[in-house]
């Protein structure tokens, strides 16, 4: 089987799972080619199959302003994108062409449709939260419910927004983000919870400023935590000015952007992970973070909260580790919690957290779940 996947950019630092998805169905047999506008990191994310559009430069920087300014609707500029992705299509000449996030695959559906080659789309966080507060997206969506061939979310939470929306709950299947484990090394519990980490991007959603506010007052009462955030984004000034006012200079990092490799390097020198993601003012949401499955398997206790799907992959007993997003107060309990934990019955929970990772957000168990949902899809589209 050929797959064609369609994806904005290829492959950024914050989206590690369409490359893992990719590298997985590879080594289980699907021949994989990948259509993209822009392709970054290779070096790092090697991969052969990549056809990368070409359309006049300014061109794309209208395309992309446009739809940042979602109200107006980037529509009638598609069909500058769509002469040029047809002839990679034509080309490639896929079994199935996956688009990642739901603009690609309203971008795509008409190409499919015309080609008559099945769908499949993928919806990963703004697209079905920031997206849904859109009118453009939500006409949009709902013409591409009755041409996509199956939809893909990372979480049942995810799925019923979607059922909302109108999406035909016999064509949509939640199949989890999932990392490669096998190349992360698990470390041993810390005896004392003192050093915290964060990866993430600098935006609304991964709630930062709740994060280091909530250090400001575990340290108020008492305690000597720290907390290093990895990551970058245009909440970076607002942030280090935060650290500053509230006198956390010696308590609060900013380390900016890193490679995958040498993110999981510095967890693994940390006692605990923290991640307070929340809904953003425009409706942006989490999928479900994936530093949060690397976090976990690695062996760090996470702090987090009751965020879209975030619940979905903390076990049970760990729960008492979320607190409700945007809530400080909460969030500093959690922390302290944490810290007065006995170090027994934390290594349980470590374990139980790994397990569920391992059973639920295994990347071979999903993909296995993703070639079956391409064979449907191409069974049900002949």
């Keep these: 089987m050929k797959v064609l996947h369609i994806c904005s950019a290829f492959s950024p630092l914050s989206e590690t799972f369409i490359y893992d998805y990719i590298t997985e169905l590879e080594r289980q047999g699907i021949e994989n080619h990948v259509l993209t506008f822009h392709r970054l990191n290779e070096q790092d994310r090697p991969f052969d199959r990549v056809y990368i559009v070409r359309i006049k430069h300014d061109i794309v920087w209208l395309i992309q302003r446009l739809i940042a300014q979602l109200s107006k609707g980037p529509g009638r500029y598609f069909s500058i994108q769509r002469r040029a992705m047809r002839k990679i299509i034509e080309q490639v000449n896929p079994d199935v062409i996956h688009a990642h996030f739901g603009p690609m695959g309203v971008l795509v559906a008409p190409l499919a449709k015309q080609l008559k080659i099945p769908l499949i789309v993928s919806f990963h966080g703004y697209d079905a939260s920031r997206l849904l507060t859109e009118k453009f997206w939500r006409k949009e969506y ?226 296995i779940k993703l070639i079956k949902k391409y064979k449907i899809s191409s069974y049900y589209a002949e």
């Design 142 to 367: 709902k013409k591409l419910w009755i041409t996509v061939n199956g939809v893909t979310v990372v979480s049942t939470y995810m799925k019923n927004k979607l059922l909302v929306e109108g999406c035909p709950e016999g064509k949509i299947s939640v199949i989890h983000v999932s990392k490669r484990m096998k190349n992360i090394n698990i470390k041993k519990s810390s005896s004392k919870i003192e050093n915290l980490i964060s990866v993430g991007r600098l935006v609304e959603k991964k709630g930062y400023a709740d994060a280091i506010l909530a250090i400001k007052k575990v340290r108020d009462a008492g305690y000597n935590v720290k907390l290093k955030i990895i990551g970058d984004g245009p909440l970076k000034h607002e942030l280090s000015k935060l650290i500053q006012n509230q006198k956390l200079d010696d308590a609060v990092f900013l380390s900016g952007a890193l490679p995958n490799h040498q993110v999981l390097g510095e967890m693994s020198q940390a006692d605990a992970f923290i991640l307070c993601s929340k809904r953003a003012q425009n409706g942006d949401e989490e999928g479900i973070p994936t530093v949060l499955i690397e976090a976990q398997y690695l062996g760090l206790p996470c702090v987090s909260t009751y965020h879209s799907g975030i619940p979905e992959l903390i076990s049970g007993d760990n729960r008492i580790f979320l607190a409700e997003e945007g809530n400080v107060e909460q969030i500093k309990d959690c922390i302290i919690r944490l810290i007065h934990t006995d170090p027994d019955e934390l290594s349980r929970m470590i374990e139980q957290a790994r397990e569920k990772v391992e059973n639920e957000f295994n990347l071979e168990k999903e993909v």
